[in-house]
């Protein structure tokens, strides 16, 4: 503390308030807590930089996310309410799956009956059922990746009212809240194969306030349907982003979607490419580590390099008029705030996820998986440079 004890260093802070020197380093880099400076350019906290730093402890203890906390702090959210409730709904979500993970496990201890164990790998596999997995950390992460990539991927996208427009994939209902807000007249339909995501995604929209969206359980592969809501030409559009990546027979799917509309109907079709991740300072070891994502999502039938391969595939399902553009985010120093939503929350928590089944796969040792992350990490410092390109298709029915 100061002379007069009404100022601490950064040290003193830390020591006082249990939260480390360099989480306060951070928060202050994130606008959360930003302390005043010496002459000499030492933080020093006030009263109410105290006050503040305990209020944004608290609210990080609800699992809100740094933005989301600086804005709830500095008034900025217009509206803190709704924010509240979409994170309640994914709190909700997570709890519900964990305390469906925890009664079978109780009842598999219990019982030495081998269907049991085999409830309780299932549930387990629903966790981690795709590479990226279904954890609410997944759902937060889908969630700040839409809200970062939105003017960039879905700003062109808008349907005319009164269309009827299928999105398959819908997961957590990231893209699904912008589709809905931004065509307020059209009605869509939304389907997925996990019914646990289609509870969220539903929830989530409800939170927004949207009224035009119907979720549905439904697999792209059993699609269209002989009659009925999901029949052979019952849709205007058909919508899908970041799916293609994760199915065994991407053109297979394509063909279906094709159907699923009426001629002169259209596709838009959103993926990634990691073959386009670029850096610096460039690493070895991070490239390993994004290559680890790759390899795994190749054992799991996807395909991470999906982007590159749209127009292809859409020309091979019949797809006619297909028009590919790149859609390239680039992240530098002047961009702190895409650097923490995209480079940091986006790309490097989605590679840090494959981290034990990676290492499980003697893909990689986990030192240079650390190194690797550290190392994209990196990039997102005021001086590190982050490019990653996504491709969105357009393509149309023949008449
Ligand atoms: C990476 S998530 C993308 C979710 C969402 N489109 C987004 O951009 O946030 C992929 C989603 O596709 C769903 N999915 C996978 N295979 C599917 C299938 N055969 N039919 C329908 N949905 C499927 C998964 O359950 C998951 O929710």
């Known amino acids: 503390m100061d002379d007069d004890g009404m100022w601490w260093t950064v040290g003193e802070l830390a020591l006082a308030s249990g939260v480390s020197v360099r989480v306060l380093r951070h928060w202050d880099a994130m ?36 933005r989301q906390v600086a804005a709830l702090l500095d008034q900025e959210d217009p509206d803190p309410a709704a924010t509240l409730r979409a994170h309640l709904v994914d709190v909700e979500e997570d709890l519900r799956r964990r305390s469906q993970l925890r009664d ?78 931004q065509s307020p007249g059209t009605d869509f339909v939304s389907v997925d194969i996990a019914p646990e995501s289609l509870e969220a995604a539903s929830r989530r929209v409800a939170a927004a306030g949207l009224s035009n969206v119907e979720f549905v359980e439904k697999d792209v592969f059993a699609l269209p349907e002989r009659e009925g809501d999901f029949a052979e030409g019952s849709f205007d559009h058909v919508f899908v982003c970041f799916l293609l990546e994760h199915l065994p027979a991407p053109v297979d799917a394509l063909r279906r979607l094709r159907r699923l509309v009426r001629p002169g109907g259209t596709v838009t079709v959103v993926e990634g490419d990691h073959g386009s991740a670029y850096f610096h300072p460039d690493d070895d070891a991070a490239r390993a580590a994004i290559a680890c994502q790759v390899t795994l999502q190749r054992h799991a039938g996807g395909d991470a390099l999906i982007g590159r391969r749209l127009f292809p595939m859409l020309h091979e399902a ?5 028009a590919v553009t790149p859609r390239t985010v680039y992240v530098d120093g002047s961009r702190p705030d895409l650097a923490d939503s995209f480079t940091r929350r986006t790309f490097t928590a989605m590679v840090s996820g494959v981290r034990e089944p990676a290492v499980a796969a003697g893909l990689i040792d986990p030192r240079t998986f650390d190194a690797g992350i550290a190392a994209l990490r990196r990039t997102a410092e005021p001086d590190g440079v982050f490019c990653y390109t996504f491709f969105k298709a357009v393509g149309r029915r023949p008449a």
Do not use: N
Not at 33 to 60: D, F, K, W
């Open 31 to 66: 606008g959360v807590v930003s302390p005043e400076r010496t002459p000499s350019g030492h933080r020093r906290y006030g009263p109410a930089h105290v006050t503040r730093l305990y209020r944004a402890m608290a609210l990080r203890r609800t699992g809100l996310g740094l």
């Open 104 to 181: 079978r496990l109780v009842a598999a201890l219990e019982s030495a009956e081998p269907d049991q164990l085999m409830k309780v790998i299932e549930t387990m596999t629903m966790f981690e059922q795709y590479v990226h997995g279904y954890r609410s950390e997944e759902s937060a992460r889908l969630a700040d990746q839409a809200g970062a990539l939105v003017e960039l991927l879905h700003g062109d996208t808008r349907f005319k009212p009164g269309e009827r427009v299928l999105e398959v994939g819908c997961g957590v209902g990231a893209q699904t809240t912008t589709l809905a807000s």
């Open 318 to 322: 019949d797809w006619s008029d297909i």
